[in-house]
T-cell receptor, first 113, second 114 residues
Framework: QKEVEQDPGPLSVPEGAIVSLNCTYS??????FMWYRQYSRKGPELLMY????GNKEDGRFTAQVDKSSKYISLFIRDSQPSDSATYLC?????????????FGKGTKLTVNP | EAGVVQSPRYKIIEKKQPVAFWCNPI?????LYWYRQNLGQGPELLIR????????DSQLPKDRFSAERLKGVDSTLKIQPAELGDSAVYLC????????????FGEGSRLTVL
């Protein structure tokens, strides 16, 4: 079993739809949870960053963490064509005195006008 | 503020040839990472530097890959000789604090090995 599982999609939605992206993980040592957005032929950029269970909202984006279920989600409200990208979940743990950062495979999202 | 700069953006070589990638991190960022991203996959760590010291190179294939970070700033990743399976995007990232998980990535160097 991989430490971080993410459905690669692809996911195609109409403009204005609510999008839900999800990741599960197996390592209970993960403390920090991130969502990165990666446009085609670009590097990933940090979108959301959380460290506790619950919700964190930033504009149209909401990150949700459920540590008891080892499950994180990213919700995008009123999705726009400009949201079309690959979304990578990432998780961080401290192991052997150093930080370990693991990325999911990414979910490719297309928002159709 | 300038972001992480990588070069070259694209490189096509034949197998068994050498190749090198260069990275200039964001000024003041003491942590530098090299990741490899295969098509349809997430980035996978190759090596992490704290200043000049390679603190995690456990996933670096040391028989053919090497990296250096001179004076704790710029870094170079080299592959010699390249194999077909090395075709991927090589991403450089930097951060101010390794605990934060907030990495700033460059645009990547896309390698094609023929």
């Amino acid at each position: 079993q991989k430490e971080v599982e993410q459905d690669p999609g692809p996911l195609s939605v109409p403009e204005g739809a609510i999008v839900s992206l999800n990741c599960t993980y197996s390592n209970s040592a993960f403390q920090y949870f991130m969502w990165y957005r990666q446009y085609s032929r670009k590097g990933p950029e940090l979108l959301m960053y959380t460290y506790s269970s619950g919700n964190k909202e930033d504009g149209r984006f909401t990150a949700q963490v459920d540590k008891s279920s080892k499950y994180i989600s990213l919700f995008i409200r009123d999705s726009q064509p400009s949201d079309s990208a690959t979304y990578l979940c990432a998780m961080s743990a401290r192991e052997g005195g150093s930080e370990k950062l693991v990325f999911g495979k990414g979910t490719k999202l297309t928002v159709n006008p | 503020e300038a972001g992480v700069v990588q070069s070259p953006r694209y490189k096509i070589i034949e197998k068994k040839q050498p190749v090198a990638f260069w990275c200039n991190p964001i000024s003041g960022h003491n942590t530098l990472y090299w990741y490899r991203q295969n098509l349809g996959q997430g980035p996978e760590l190759l090596i992490r530097y704290e200043n000049e010291e390679a603190v995690d190179d456990s996933q670096l294939p040391k028989d053919r890959f090497s990296a250096e970070r001179l004076k704790g700033v710029d870094s170079t990743l080299k592959i010699q000789p390249a194999e077909l399976g090395d075709s991927a995007v090589y991403l450089c990232a930097s951060s101010f604090s390794p605990r934060a998980g907030e990495l700033f990535f460059g645009e990547g160097s896309r390698l094609t090995v023929l």
